[in-house]
């Protein structure tokens, strides 16, 4: 049987950065991860804002940097398009796209250069609570079934993972809080920019949207999230009706594809328990307006890790002692995602005349700061009394 204080099951990024700083601050780490190659498949559109990687002390490195993002442009059902970039905002809302395949394993790599152990192609089979440590079954890639003993195990395994369930924690998602998705990695598309990241709304996609997220000058990340309770065919018909008519990606050829769930119920009521943490994705820890997580994971993920370090120093690994992992993300992520429901349910449920007249507005509008809240303001001016109900949440 192998012991170790912290136990992480799964090495995507809130999986890796959490054991770099448990590891950092001085307790025992391992991660295994279940795949035979971190970082694939890919499970997202791979874009973040600029600032992102700094507050998570990740220096960016021009070999996972697939393309510098300028702004959004926003289309409406009619393909009016509203266009943010830094040729119309005071403030440039910059980003990057990621190589998830590469970034995925440096962050892995920074953790394992900070003292933590990696197992890959290592599946965790089930857990059991024993005292005070769980004892996790797994099985390696020679099929061979051992035993880890673990103070602390970090929840780090996905949207669709099993190792909250088997601490006790209830991660059922609604269905009507759950989007499909599928995404396509593309060439050969002829976009106007670029450099600019692109969401189309409306019946295109019924209860999510469709997106262009740029990787080259003619490559791109084209994907679409629906609503399985409001569509009326399956993810991979819609997103390829969008393809088929669109000028850009018309023409477009397939290099990669992705499919899978994408959670949109915010963070889940319970992320901890006795000896156990959630992160990432795995704790609900997903945009439910835009679906995108890797910011927040990363946060979880870092904040988690740091915590079970000093549980294991201070030799208390019970959920009070958590709690402080609990507390962080309920007031820098949770607070803010349970308004982004509220926000989606209204955007998700307009029809596609109402999205016409807001986009074309916000068009015209005199936006000079791209985010949620400037959008909405900028509607709220637009139709005051359908929008009403948002202004509290602003």
């Given at each position: 049987?192998?012991?170790?204080?912290?136990?992480?099951?799964?090495?995507?990024?809130?999986?890796?950065?959490?054991?770099?700083?448990?590891?950092?601050?001085?307790?025992?780490?391992?991660?295994?991860?279940?795949?035979?190659?971190?970082?694939?498949?890919?499970?997202?559109?791979?874009?973040?804002?600029?600032?992102?990687?700094?507050?998570?002390?990740?220096?960016?490195?021009?070999?996972?940097?697939?393309?510098?993002?300028?702004?959004?442009?926003?289309?409406?059902?009619?393909?009016?398009?509203?266009?943010?970039?830094?040729?119309?905002?005071?403030?440039p809302a910059t980003g990057i796209i990621l190589e998830r395949k590469v970034?995925?394993?440096?962050?892995?790599?920074?953790?394992?250069?900070?003292?933590?152990?990696?197992?890959?192609?290592?599946?965790?089979?089930?857990?059991?609570?024993?005292?005070?440590?769980?004892?996790?079954?797994?099985?390696?890639?020679?099929?061979?079934?051992?035993?880890?003993?673990?103070?602390?195990?970090?929840?780090?395994?996905?949207?669709?993972?099993?190792?909250?369930?088997?601490?006790?924690?209830?991660?059922?998602?609604?269905?009507?809080?759950?989007?499909?998705?599928?995404?396509?990695?593309?060439?050969?598309?002829?976009?106007?920019?670029?450099?600019?990241?692109?969401?189309?709304?409306?019946?295109?996609?019924?209860?999510?949207?469709?997106?262009?997220?740029?990787?080259?000058?003619?490559?791109?990340?084209?994907?679409?999230?629906?609503?399985?309770?409001?569509?009326?065919?399956?993810?991979?018909?819609?997103l390829n009706d969008f393809i088929k008519n669109n000028p850009a990606t018309?023409?477009?050829?397939?290099?990669?594809?992705?499919?899978?769930?994408?959670?949109?119920?915010?963070?889940?009521?319970?992320?901890?328990?006795?000896?156990?943490?959630?992160?990432?994705?795995?704790?609900?820890?997903?945009?439910?307006?835009?679906?995108?997580?890797?910011?927040?994971?990363?946060?979880?993920?870092?904040?988690?890790?740091?915590?079970?370090?000093?549980?294991?120093?201070?030799?208390?690994?019970?959920?009070?002692?958590?709690?402080?992992?609990?507390?962080?993300?309920?007031?820098?992520?949770?607070?803010?995602?349970?308004?982004?429901?509220?926000?989606?349910?209204?955007?998700?449920?307009?029809?596609?005349?109402?999205?016409?007249?807001?986009?074309?507005?916000?068009?015209?509008?005199?936006?000079?700061?791209?985010?949620?809240?400037?959008?909405?303001?900028?509607?709220?001016?637009?139709?005051?009394?359908?929008?009403?109900?948002?202004?509290?949440?602003?």
């Open positions: 049987m192998k012991e170790v204080d912290v136990l992480v099951i799964g090495a995507g990024p809130a999986g890796s950065i959490a054991a770099r700083e448990a590891s950092k601050n001085g307790a025992k780490t391992l991660i295994i991860d279940k795949k035979s190659e971190i970082g694939t498949p890919k499970r997202c559109a791979e874009g973040i804002m600029d600032g992102v990687l700094e507050r998570v002390e990740i220096t960016p490195d021009k070999r996972w940097i697939a393309r510098h993002i300028d702004g959004a442009r926003i289309v409406s059902p009619n393909n009016t398009s509203a266009w943010f970039t830094s040729e119309n905002l005071e403030k970034f995925d394993k440096h962050v892995t790599m920074d953790a394992i250069r900070n003292g933590a152990e990696v197992m890959i192609k290592t599946e965790a089979l089930s857990m059991k609570k024993e005292n005070d440590y769980f004892l996790v079954d797994i099985k390696g890639f020679n099929n061979e079934i051992t035993q880890i003993k673990a103070r602390i195990v970090i929840g780090a395994d996905g949207p669709e993972g099993h190792v909250g369930t088997w601490a006790g924690i209830k991660t059922k998602v609604p269905a009507d809080e759950m989007e499909s998705g599928i995404q396509y990695e593309m060439t050969n598309l002829k976009m106007e920019k670029n450099d600019t990241i692109e969401f189309y709304f409306g019946s295109v996609a019924p209860g999510g949207y469709a997106w262009i997220f740029p990787k080259g000058y003619d490559s791109a990340n084209v994907g679409i999230d629906i609503s399985s309770v409001k569509a009326n065919k399956s993810a991979l018909e819609y018309k023409d477009g050829q397939i290099v990669e594809i992705n499919a899978g769930g994408n959670p949109l119920c915010g963070v889940f009521d319970q992320i901890i328990t006795d000896n156990f943490m959630l992160v990432g994705d795995a704790a609900g820890c997903i945009n439910p307006i835009t679906g995108g997580g890797i910011d927040t994971a990363l946060e979880s993920g870092m904040i988690a890790g740091r915590v079970a370090a000093k549980a294991i120093k201070e030799n208390d690994c019970s959920s009070e002692f958590l709690q402080e992992y609990a507390d962080y993300v309920e007031e820098h992520i949770g607070k803010k995602f349970r308004k982004y429901i509220s926000i989606r349910d209204f955007l998700y449920n307009l029809e596609d005349d109402d999205l016409n007249d807001y986009i074309e507005a916000l068009n015209k509008a005199n936006i000079t700061t791209l985010s949620t809240k400037s959008l909405l303001k900028a509607a709220i001016k637009i139709s005051p009394r359908k929008l009403l109900k948002l202004r509290k949440l602003l």
